[in-house]
């Protein structure tokens, strides 16, 4: 990758910030975490003093992608309200009698559609850009897209443009905390193999992305190309996670001029479909077996913490397995793929459409050494490979951390250990905005203040909810 030509030109415009001040790029859902996390344990003030930068290339900071897609969530209405804890005078606590609040609150422990968290979200994110301008090192760099970030001497000089001018500048500041989301690259899909044959070549103009089918956009060009079809259609979605199922449940669900026949819909998929609940009991008491120690989280008792299918997922798969007494769900059937080639190849030539629900990839942002050249990250040396370590730092191709550069968000492939909890079978990713907005925003936190974090306010019986309701809910989403 050539060396971005700003960095030869004598005329850039350098915005210059004491060695201690963060750049946060991106202002997404996961932009937001270090500060809520921070804010949860009463020291977002201290964070603030040391200058924070935020750069979005959008217009507003909250929301990021989170409120474009048609489905409802897998995390609580509780949880996504529960980013507001804190100390009872700290400088969101007004925000908790917000009416948007208090619908997230009366959601509980049901799920709440996206688009509505994209607006809670945007809400917190105008009142917390308020909070950064307020501040004598604060800065809200909206319409601006970082292009690069590189190291120096004291820390990184992150290159930004004007989305509008193009006008180019750097901020020098000691950390960067990249949370500039993810996307599903085409590259990836078009090395994708199923049952023995590439994926792309085989279904050509048939298959599609789930993000693709999840935005509302999205979701409504494919009403109108099934309903063309003007009979009941075949869909095959390939995967395992909770985007797999989100998709089955939207297309089931969402689609009123659609009538799917038995079987009208697949899932393929490589893992088992695990079941999330809240405690061995309750899962014994469903007659769900499919576990052992190595699935319950040490710290919480619960079955598939991390990698169970939560709330509308968890109803679908469930009726499709036949699990806890559940109606059955005729219209989906389950594939395993890896078992009979020729029938995941049936299955796959004969649907209408086929969607590739296979997650997400970091984009991450070009890094360069203090000489200029580029540094390969660990990440682009394979479709599976990590962003980041368990302490949030980004990891060079070799697996070794970056000073003071740190990554957020999704499919940055953060892994909850320890103290966060989780099952320890979990292989995968926590995408999940409670877990950055408490622990894992509190990592970043920690590495940017001091060690000693201050109190954690997210257990306390705050102005947000009752303490019970606390303990039924706190829970990542995956
Ligand atoms: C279908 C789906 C459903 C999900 N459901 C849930 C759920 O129910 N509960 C849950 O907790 N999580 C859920 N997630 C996971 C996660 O919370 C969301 O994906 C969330 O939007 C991720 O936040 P983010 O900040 O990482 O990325 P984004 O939301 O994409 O935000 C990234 C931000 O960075 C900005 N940006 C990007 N590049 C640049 C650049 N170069 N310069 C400046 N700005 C830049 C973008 O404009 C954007 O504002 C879901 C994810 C998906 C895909």
Same mark, same amino acid.
């Given at each position: 990758m050539a060396l971005p030509a700003i960095w030869a030109t004598p005329k850039r415009v350098t915005l210059?910030? $004491?060695?201690?001040?963060?750049? %946060? @790029?991106? &202002?997404?859902? =996961?932009?937001?975490?270090?500060?809520?996390?921070? !804010?949860?344990?009463?020291?977002?003030? $201290?964070?603030?003093?040391?200058?924070?930068?935020?750069?979005?290339?959008?217009? =507003?900071?909250?929301? &990021?992608? @989170?409120?474009?897609?048609?489905?409802?969530?897998?995390?609580?209405?509780?949880?996504?309200? $529960?980013?507001?804890? &804190?100390?009872? *005078?700290? *400088? /969101?606590?007004?925000?908790?009698?917000?009416? #948007?609040?208090?619908?997230?609150?009366? =959601?509980?422990?049901?799920?709440?559609?996206?688009r509505s968290a994209g607006e809670l979200l945007a809400l917190i994110g105008q009142a917390m850009n308020g909070l950064i301008a307020a501040t004598p090192n604060g800065r809200v760099l909206k319409r601006s897209r970082a292009i690069s970030t590189?190291?120096?001497?004291?820390?990184?000089?992150?290159? @930004?443009?004007?989305v509008k001018t193009g006008r180019e500048r750097t901020i020098d500041s000691r950390n960067v905390v990249l949370a500039t989301g993810a996307s599903q690259p085409a590259e990836r899909l078009r090395g994708e193999v199923v049952a023995g044959v590439n994926l792309a070549e085989r279904c050509g103009e048939r298959l599609l992305q789930s993000g693709d089918v999840l935005s509302t956009s999205g979701f409504a060009a494919i009403a109108a190309r099934l309903a063309a079809l003007g009979r009941p259609p075949r869909v095959a979605i %390939?995967?395992?996670?909770?985007?797999? =199922?989100?998709?089955?449940?939207? /297309?089931?669900?969402?689609?009123?001029?659609?009538?799917?026949?038995?079987?009208?819909?697949? @899932?393929?998929h490589r893992r088992e479909l695990r079941i999330f609940y809240p405690s061995v009991d309750a899962a014994l008491a469903d007659g769900y077996t499919e576990f052992g120690p190595d699935d319950i989280c040490p710290?919480?008792?619960?079955?598939?913490?991390?990698?169970?299918?939560? #709330?509308?997922?968890?109803?679908?798969?469930?009726?499709?397995r036949g699990i806890g007494g559940r109606s059955p769900e005729p219209r989906l059937?389950?594939?395993?793929?890896?078992?009979?080639?020729?029938?995941?190849?049936?299955?796959?030539?004969?649907? $209408? +459409?086929?969607?590739?629900? /296979?997650?997400?990839?970091?984009?991450?942002?070009?890094?360069?050494d203090e000489a200029g050249r580029p540094v390969p990250l660990l990440a682009g040396t394979s479709p599976q490979a990590r962003l980041v370590d368990d302490r949030c730092r980004v990891l060079g191709a070799s697996g070794?951390? +970056?000073? !003071? +550069?740190?990554?957020?968000?999704?499919?940055?492939?953060?892994?909850? !250990?320890?103290?966060? &909890?989780?099952?320890?079978?979990f292989r995968g990713q926590a995408n999940g905005l409670w877990l950055w907005q408490s622990d894992v925003g509190g990592l970043i936190v920690d590495a940017i203040l001091s060690p000693s974090f201050g109190k954690d306010y997210s257990l306390e019986l705050s102005a947000l909810a009752r303490v019970e309701q606390i303990n039924a809910t706190h829970e990542l989403a995956v």
């Open positions: 210059s910030f $004491d060695r201690t001040a963060v750049a %946060i @790029i991106g &202002g997404g859902p =996961a932009g937001l975490a270090p500060l809520l996390a921070a !804010h949860r344990r009463g020291r977002l003030a $201290d964070l603030l003093k040391e200058g924070i930068t935020v750069v979005e290339q959008s217009g =507003a900071v909250g929301e &990021g992608s @989170i409120g474009r897609w048609c489905i409802n969530s897998d995390s609580t209405g509780f949880t996504f309200a $529960d980013c507001l804890a &804190g100390p009872p *005078e700290s *400088e /969101l606590a007004a925000l908790r009698n917000h009416p #948007l609040t208090k619908e997230f609150l009366e =959601a509980g422990d049901g799920t709440v559609p996206l590189r190291r120096t001497a004291t820390g990184w000089l992150t290159l @930004i443009r004007d %390939i995967g395992g996670s909770t985007s797999a =199922a989100a998709v089955a449940h939207a /297309l089931l669900h969402r689609l009123p001029g659609v009538t799917f026949g038995p079987g009208g819909v697949t @899932i393929l710290i919480s008792g619960r079955v598939y913490r991390l990698g169970g299918f939560r #709330l509308d997922s968890r109803e679908l798969i469930m009726r499709a059937q389950l594939h395993r793929l890896g078992l009979d080639d020729a029938a995941s190849l049936t299955l796959l030539d004969n649907a $209408d +459409l086929v969607i590739a629900a /296979l997650g997400y990839r970091p984009r991450a942002l070009p890094v360069f070794n951390p +970056l000073p !003071h +550069l740190f990554a957020i968000g999704l499919a940055a492939g953060f892994v909850p !250990h320890g103290r966060l &909890g989780g099952e320890p079978s």
